[in-house]
């Protein structure tokens, strides 16, 4: 009677060994699972940060072209019966870089989007991608000192 109860208890324990190593196996794959999705994480943050830095650099280019294009329309107004033809080609020039770079930074807007849509598809801990880089950027700007703000 003892002998079979110390085979049963053999049996459990071989069981509750089995289903350890089992466990341990799945934690190993859903670690790595974690761990490649936190590297394409920061892939796809550092390219999103990258894409929002350039932007905001496009967008101040775009603002000083638009008021550059005012200013030339205005000297272009003065001079269009006296003006020479440098002024008018100078001008020009402005108003054709100023329309390049609204569409340069309608495309980065659309990229942007579209980089935003994907880290929407990935999920850690119940948290998709996009919330968790929005979180973490939200965390740096509080870290940045009020006077650079």
């Known amino acids: 009677m003892t002998e079979y109860k110390v085979a049963q208890e053999s049996r459990k324990l071989t ?14 794959k859903l670690r790595s699972n974690i761990n490649a999705a936190e590297t394409e994480y920061a892939k796809y943050a550092d390219m999103i940060t990258d894409k929002k830095n ?3 650099l496009l ?3 775009e603002s000083e072209l638009i008021e550059r294009t005012k200013i030339a329309e205005s000297v272009f107004d003065m001079f269009r019966q006296s003006g020479t033809d440098d002024v008018r080609e100078k001008l020009i020039d402005v108003m054709y870089e100023n329309q390049k770079l609204r569409e340069e930074n309608t495309t980065l807007k659309e990229l942007l989007e579209k980089a935003y849509e994907f880290m ?10 996009l919330e968790r880089f ?4 939200g965390k740096m700007i509080d870290k940045v000192p009020k006077r650079i703000k």
């Open 120 to 129: 929407k598809q990935f999920v850690i801990d119940g948290v998709n991608l």
């Open 134 to 137: 929005l979180e973490s950027v």
């Open 54 to 56: 350039n932007l905001e």
């Open 15 to 28: 069981d509750i060994k089995q289903q350890n190593n089992e466990e341990q196996k799945k934690n190993t």
């Open 59 to 61: 967008s101040s280019k």
